[in-house]
Every structure is written in C-alpha cells, then in structure tokens.
C-alpha cells in the first residue's frame, strides 16, 4: 500500500530534475499526479528532459499521471492548470511548488523583466498555485502543499566582506527567502484547518540538468552533490506526516530524512552547517 494511495497530486517543475522525481515517487505510492512545465517535448528546451519524458517513465512503471503545460508565473494559467488537473484527476490533495527560473547576473547588471519574470515564478506562482489549491483543501479539512527552496536563502550575512558571494546569487536567494518566509505565514493561517505548509531544500547540491548546465558541480557524482531522490523523498516526507509534526517547517533534505528516521545519516545543510534564519524558527 503506498503513502499516497487516493491522492492527487500537481507538481510543478516536472520536466526534469527534482521535480521529475518527486513526480515519478509519487506515483510509484499511489498519486494520480498532474505534472506541470513549460516544456511538453524532448529538444523544445536546451536542457534535456520533458513532460512527455516524465510522463511516459512514470505510465512505463505502472503509475498514473497527465501531462498539463503551463506557465506558473501567470494568473489565468494556474487557474487553467488547477482547473484541468481537478477535470482530469480530481481535487487537489497535494501540491508540490517546484518550478524554478533565475538569472546568474549580479544587480547591477540585471535587467528589471528578468528579476520580474523570475520573481513571478519563484514567489508568484507558489502564491498563486497555493491560493487555488485551498480551494480543494479547506473545505475538505486536508491537504499539503510543500514548496521547494534552496541553499541560496542562507545569506551572506553582514560585512565586512573577504570575497565576493556566488555571482548572481542575490536574487534568487531573496526569492527562496521570500518563500521561506510564505510557508510559515501560510502554514499558520491554515493549521486549524486541516492543511500542512513546509518547505525543504537540498542539503547537498543535486545535479540536475541545470546545475550542470550552469556549472554548479563539475561532475553528477561530485562529492557535495546528493541525487534528485533525496529530496523526492523529504517532499513525500512532508507530504504525508501529520500536519502537527511537520506543518511550519523550513527544512533540507537530509535533515529531516535523518530526524525522522528515513536514513541513518545525513550530511550536508542542516546537519554540518546550520541553514536559513527560518530553519531555525
């Protein structure tokens, strides 16, 4: 029997990477699931992986899953969404915040649309998406929703400053903080009700195919990297424990695995070096 059997599950982001995991994990315990990405097709984008890919792996591997393209950034398209995913599978159960887009380009030279297009991705699209999902969620007096941040929250801290930060950091870190910020605000507001909202990022990097793209690990197997199965795993953890011992929390992956009892022993943020300011609230 599967942790998830009955459920239904929209995650965002499904193409590739984290996202295509946590959709093929949550389909082998039982999710119907509605993954969602820009890209349908395999070479419609420069990185390798597609909706048809996920889809047809998890199809290929007994689960049950459609396909639904969009853009998360946009209003009307997380209502049409949510709205085909409801038609097609049912009401919302689950929902998985994954997609992410940014620009490695420090502020000075960032030009305004694209810190504005990636905050409507990062930021908006998890508001959005949450906002729709309530509507399944809290008259049934169930739900999670589990939003995806990442390392680059952790700021540099105050100065005075030895060396430069990461190139291009600054804005998506303000953004994995922002939503940090989102998950507690929202899973205190809905806590009575029945609904869990937490948010785990990678204790190590994980190298999908735009952390190498963008040259974040030299090689898959480097030794700070963990696999994209790792963090599928803390976002089923998540998504399944009971809101009151999990709800609020802002976590990393092998953190939480290790607390709870997934694995033994974990390495990376959270474990070796403390995470974010919201971790620790």
Known sequence: MGKLDGKVALVTGASRGIGKAIAQLFASEGARVACTARTVTEGAHRLEGSLDTTIAEIV???????????????????????????KALGPLDVLVNNAAL???????????????????????????????????MLPRKSGAIVNISSGAAIGPGRGPYERSPFRGGTLYGAEKAALERFTQGLAAEVYAEGVSVTCVSPSQVVPTPGVLFHRLLDRPDAPNAEPALMMARAVLLLATEPRERVSGRVTYSQQILQELGWIEQGHGIGIDVRGSGYSQI
């Open 102 to 136: 940014t620009y490695f380009a420090p502020v000075a030279e960032l030009p305004p649309a694209k810190w504005l297009k990636s905050f409507a991705v990062n930021v908006h699209g998890p508001f959005f998406l949450s906002r729709l999902a309530l509507e399944d």
């Open 60 to 86: 290929d591997a007994g689960g049950h899953a459609v396909a639904i393209a969009g853009d998360v950034s946009e209003w009307t398209e997380c209502e049409r969404i949510v709205r085909e995913t409801r």
